[in-house]
Structure formats: C-alpha cells, structure tokens
C-alpha cells in the first residue's frame, strides 16, 4: 500500500510540476497599473521611446487593433512591403513629416485612412496627455526611422493624467466651435457612425436620427452610450466613448444635440 | 444622526484600505481561501447532481448498484461541507480584515443577499443531512420518492447559494453601465446589480463545471479505492465508480466550450477591450496553456476508455482504430495549441517577421481551433461509442443499416465541420464567428442522434461476454488522478482568467485597486498559486475522504453481495 501511495503522489506531483514548468517556461507578461508620465525639459530621445512603447502596449490600448493585422494596419512590422512605420510614415501624406503624419493620425484618425481599412481608431489626444502622445511618436518613430522629437515639442505644464480628459490648460473642444459639423468632425463620430452618406458604418446610421430619437434621447445617449443601444447593434455596446460630456461645453452639446434631432 | 451612529461612521471612514498578511501578502491570502474554498464548493454542489441522477437510474431500472453508489457519492459530500465552511469563513475572514474598504462596498451593495446566502447554506446543510442520514430509513415505496426529492431540494439549495455568490463576483467584473466611481452604493438596486451582464453565463458555465470537477474528484477517489482494494469484488465495484465517475467528467467536459464560448460573447459585448485583454492582451499566452490541459485531458479520458476495452470480451475487434483515433486527437491538439494573437514586443515581431509566424500563423486561427477541436470531441465520441458497443452484437433486423447511417452522420458532420473550417478563412472575421455555431449544432446533431439509434439498435443484443469489472491495469487509475489533477489545475487557470481580466480593478472601472498588489501577475507566478491552491485542496479531500471513511464503512462493504460483479455498463 505504501508504494501506491508514493506512486499516487508521484503521479500528482509530476502533473503539477510539469504544468508549472510549462507556464514558467513561456514568456511572461505582467499587467501593470498605469503610471502617470512625467518628462522633464531634457528628456532625451531613447527616454521618449522607452516611455512610449509602455504607452503603445498598456495604457493606450494601441495593440489592440495594431498589430493583428485584420483591424489596423501593422505599426512595429511590415505591411505591404512598405516597412515599419517609422520607414513609412513620411511617405504617407505629401508634404507632411513623418512626425506630423503621426500627430495628424492621433489628433485627426479620420483625416487619414489607410487604404483597406474602417476608420475606427479613437481620437488619441482625448484619452491621452500630450506627454504621452509625443512619447508614442517617438517610439513609432523609432520603429525603422528616425526620432525627431524633442522635448521643446511637448507643451508646458500640461500633466493630464492617464485617461483624463479636457481640463490641464487643452485647448477647448473642436476649437470652441458651435457649428455642428466641426462638432462631429472634431468628436469623430464618422469614425463609426454615417451621416448625410460620410462615414463608417459601425454603429447606427444618423442621417435620419431625429426621427427615430427625441433631443432628450440623443442627449442622454451622448452624455451617457450605455443607457441604450440600438437592435442589431449589440455586439459594439460599450465602444462609444464616454467622454463627451464632459469634453463638449453645454452650448456645444446642444447645437450638437438639436442638429441631430433635425435630421429626421 | 445619534452620537452612537457618528462614532460608528467616523471609526468606518477612519478604515485602512488595505491591510497586509504577514509571508506571503494579502493578494496571496485572498487568492488561496478564495480558491480552495471555490474547488470544495465545486465539489459539493456536482456531486448532488449526479447523485440524484444516479439514485434515479436506481429508483427507474430497480438496480440497487446504482442506489449504493448513489449513497456513496452523497458520503462524500458529508465532510467536504464542513471544510467548504471552514473555506468560506477564511475567505470571509481574510476579506473584511485585509480589504475591508472593498468589503464594506460590496457589503453595501449585497448585504440582504449575503445573509440570504447564509441562510440557504444552512437549508442546503441540514437537507444534506437528511438525504444522507435518511437512505436507509426511506429506503422502499412513496418513502423513496420522498427521499428523491430531497436530493432534488438539495440541488435547488445548492444552486440558489452558487448563483447568490456568482452575483457578487460578475458584478466586480461586469457592473452596470449606469453605476460609476461616484455612485453611493447603498442608492444602488439589489437586483439591478444581480442580474448584470455577465452573471447568467457564468452561472451556466459554473453548473457545468461543477458536474465535470466532482465526476473527476470522484473518479479519483474511486481508483484509489481500486488501488488499495482487497478483494476482487471491490475491486470491481471501485472499477466501475470510477468509470462512471469519469464518463460523467468526460460528458459534461464536452458541453462546456459551448458555455464558455457564451461567457467569452457576454464579455466581449460588455466590454470590447476586456474581450480583448482576454483573448489578445497580456492574457493571450493563457490560451495556450488551456489548450494544452484539454489536450492532456481529451488525450488521457480517451486512453483510458481504451484500457477499458481491454476488459471487454469482444472489444479487440475495434482495437485497430485506435491508432487511427489518436493521430486526429493528436493533430487536433497541435492545432488547437498554436499561438497566434500573442502580445509580443517589437524584437519578437521582428523575429517571427510579422505579427504572426509565417507558417504557423495560419493555424493559429479560430477557423482552424473550432474544427481542430469539433473533430476532438466526435473522436472522443466515437471512442465511447466503440467502448459502448464492444460486448454487444446487434439482432435487430435493421442493424446493418444502422450503422451505416450512424457512420454517415459521424462523416457528414466532420464534413460540416471541415467546410465551415476552411470557408472561414475567406470571409470576413463577423462572418466566420457565425460558422462555430454550424460546427457546434452539427457535432451535437451527431452525437444526440447516433446515441439514439444506438439505443434502440443496442435492444436485446447478443452479448459477447461479460465486462470483467475489476480487469484493468493500474496505469489505468493513475490516469484518473491526471485527469482528476488536470481538471482542478484548468479550474484555476480560467479562475484566473476571469478574475485577472479585471486588471487593476477592484469593480471594473468603478473601483480601482489601490493597493501593493494591484498588478495582475503573470502566468509563472499564477501557475505557482494554482499549483499550490490543488494541492491544498488534493491533501485535504484526501483527509477527509479519509475521515469519512473512519467514521462509516463504505456503501459497497456494508451492503454489497459477495458475488456482486457487475455485469453491465
């Protein structure tokens, strides 16, 4: 019975050593908490790209449609032949810099978009702070090409936390334009919804929105994405951002809010 | 407000976030009461199931083996409450002293159905007692139906408590859109938060599971009881728990990718990036570690159906297949194993030369997972088929066709399976999600409908000799525990997962954790806390199997007749 027993642990402790072994063995990715970035008035270019890439593969979320090859375009390995971003970001746009064409694509996704690909990706400069925008340029930079940011590139005294939005001295929403379009432009709504037959077709359709919702209801869903969402729908639920009320200033959300209620 | 209440407020606001656990942290503390408390609740709550289903099986077919082993899978349940207790209080214990911020939220919250779970534990305890005491007493006629109830009541009990504890864990992942960073929980309605996005999937997957962990847990303790047997009919008593404990593991284990494929939708439609971080974030090597258990799992229950032919008269007619069978699950392994969304930093992609290995990548892909793992489970199904069949020729005149249909219905279905694989690589990724459910409904239109024809096929066969329970080779039982080490291990591992998609969030983006541990760990130092988790958990079901069986001979020597060697399946 005794040598049962030891074969029994035997067994149970071989199964567990080897499963263990085997998720040691593989490459090990912490998820960490976000810290806010911080550079200071010399920061160098390798210091921008090390702190960019934390950006580009936590906080910004950058990942999860770069690099799949199906969502975005490959940022960090080639796409059709034209190298890493940083070999071919200057070539994207006559006329702008590398640096610009990447400023450009996070201030301004939809005045760009790749060939092939849906105009998804949010706008980056609400969800991140100046500093770590110009980190991840300088990392996607890095990738193939050459860094030429510079700390006189970031501006001053602007230390918006990770995932904060508005506020710390940003310039206000769309310019502080009351005019609907620049609204929708600025805010990307084209980015998933369609109106007046410009956009993506991710989300509903708004070129007849007014009468299907009241001003009460597109205000409420714009203040708040998840109090509804439409049938067919479902599976984007939760991709809206909830940000716009407290980006818009109340006169902007309402030239927005009554623009939309009259496209019935 | 009275000077006793503001003194109550002031020392609950002068409340420490976080408190530390002296050697291994806090995390850690949590992380261990947590989950063995979670693996004897497991196996608590899946044994009344089959229990019931068993005692039924006696009660319809008049079969008192099936009474007895009913009585036994309910013996083992007796101790293993007491520790789940234990567990719980730890976990509860742990929880209000080394997070007693987040405590005192969910208290907030959930506090009416925190005293309802305990309450409906003590039902579920004193039924308990009642079913198992009570067997012999309500042996025979009306008192039996009774005593079947009982063992009904005591599942719905048992379920209550699951889906009352389930709420406050799907909350933390999934709360409400509505509830923010801001909002005072007491404002906040009990069933609104209940009855959150993630809550009934995660029931369901749980239901499942429960039954799969505590057929294994069972199958286990069966083989020790084989091992150390002293006479042949224990022996084969043992033999054919274990089977049985083991084809109810193996059942289940087949419905529930179906289950998790629905918490996986639930997820994604709840929150993209949490879907994200979960399949393709820092959680995607995960993936290939499960896909490595299940092949351990499919591979090692197939194996040992294969040595249980062996005790089969008639069975070497199919041993031929049986390298035929291993090659697909063999090969659906290494499919289903291959990376492809992986997190990767810049040298690695530069390394394999693109996001995803040049060859290997197209593999890797969903089109070819589903069907590597669809063919995994008709294999599996035509290896229990084939242990079903092998003592029996058929008499009936249709025989012949039969099986003839039930082979066209095993090739069409693989046939669905390989189109909709292959015709996934050529559409859009919204197009191909649909195509897993056409392989799903074809694999289970097979298996439902050739088990039927078997059925009536099957009626007043000519036997070819009697299954000699008892015949096996002990490498046989060692099997059960991988398998029954296997199953505990992958309940940890998707523990993790669901819990560890939650990131740095006490409740997803309503309550952030603030403290040392707020990390989430990578998967080296998970697997050493899951580790650890099943082998405390392994040591103490084995104390208290052990202790049970001090306190009460088991069902088979007490009741059973010295010639008692089974004869059937």
Redesign the interface.
Known sequence: ?RG?NL??LA???G???L??L???A?????????QTLTLGANVTPEQLVAAG?KVF?GIG?C??CH????RAP?L???EKGAGPIGARCAKREPGKSCKQYLYESLDQPTAYVVQGYQPIMPVMTRQLSPQQIWAVIAFLES?GGTVDVAASDIPAQTTTPAGASGGGGAAPFAGGSTDPKAIIQAAGCTGCHTIDGQGAKIAPDLTHVGSRRNADSIRKKIL?P??STVKGY??????MPKTFGTLMSATQLEALVQFLAAHR | MSDVALALQAAADSLPAYRDFPGIGARAAVWITAEVHLMFAAFVLGVPMFAVVTEAIGIFNKEERYDRLSKEFTRLLLVAYSATAIWGALLTMFLTTLYPRFWRYLAAIFGPSMWLYAGLFLFESFTLYLYYYGWDRWKHGRAKWGHWGLGILLNVWGTIVMFIANSWLTFMMSPPRDITPTTDPTTVKLWHVIANATWMPVNVHRLIANVVFGGAVVAAYASYRFLSAKTDEERAHYDWMGYVGNFIAMSALIVLPFAGYWLGREIYQYDQSMGITLMGGFMSWLWVIQAFLIAVLFLTGNYYLWLGMERIPGAERFRPYTKWLLAILVLGAIVWGTPHTMIADSKELAAMGGSHHPFLGALGVMSAKNTAVNLMILTTFLSFLLYRRANKRPVVPWARAGTLVQAAMFALAAAVVLFFGIRGYFVEAIVRIGFSVYQVLAVLTCIVSVTVIDVFMSRGAQSLGTIQWGKMPPRSQYALFVLAVTFTWLMGLMGFARSGIRQYWHVWQVMQDTSRYAATPALGYAAKMISACVLIFLVLIAFVFWLGGLAEKSTFVASAPKEGVHAGH
Do not use: K
Not at chain 1, 26 to 34: A, D, G, H, L, N
């Open positions: 019975m049962t074969r029994i067994v149970v402790l199964t567990l050593a499963y263990t085997i998720a040691n593989i490459p090990q990715v912490q998820s960490e908490v976000p890439e593969t979320g990942t999860t690099g799949l090859g199906t490959n960090l390995t080639d990738q708040d998840a109090s479902e599976r984007f639920a939760g991709i």
